[in-house]
């Protein structure tokens, strides 16, 4: 703590001793003690309490980091949802456009490799497919 030698110590017990005098002098010292005791614990007090401020406030930038990171990935497995959902609808209007759609009087090539469609059933039912286009060669 201080850089007090050894010399600087006894000049200092003899000047005490010389000015306070033998019989106030273990009075005096003991007293100077329990000051020097209680000093450091209060520096010890202030210590652990600026290192617990530390430490809290430490906890408090982690969270705020975690929360961040936290929000930005709801935010991006919402933004992948939409997208998938606007994805599935696409296709499911697209099916429909194309189940809705009036069948070709031609029969399908040979190389495209989809099913023939249902002939169109009596009393004015659009035709169905049979099977989705390309889930024939799963």
């Known amino acids: 703590m201080f850089d007090i030698a050894f010399s ?23 007293t100077l003690g329990h ?17 617990r401020e530390m430490e809290l406030d430490e906890l408090r930038k982690l969270r705020s980091e975690v929360q961040s990171a936290a929000s930005e990935f709801e935010s991006s497995i919402h933004k992948a949802a939409q997208e998938v959902d606007s994805g599935v609808r696409s296709v499911e209007t697209e099916l429909n456009e194309a189940a809705t759609a009036p069948a070709a009087s031609a029969p399908p090539s040979a190389d495209t490799g989809t099913p023939p469609v249902a002939p169109a059933a009596a009393g004015g039912e659009t035709p169905r497919q ?9």
């Open 35 to 51: 000051m020097f005791g209680r000093l450091q614990r209060y520096v010890n007090d202030v210590k652990a309490d600026i290192n």
């Open 130 to 138: 049979t099977a989705l286009p390309g889930f024939d060669r799963i």
């Open 8 to 30: 600087e110590i006894v000049v200092i017990a003899v000047v005490a001793l010389i000015v306070i005098g033998p019989e106030r002098l273990p009075k005096v010292a003991r």
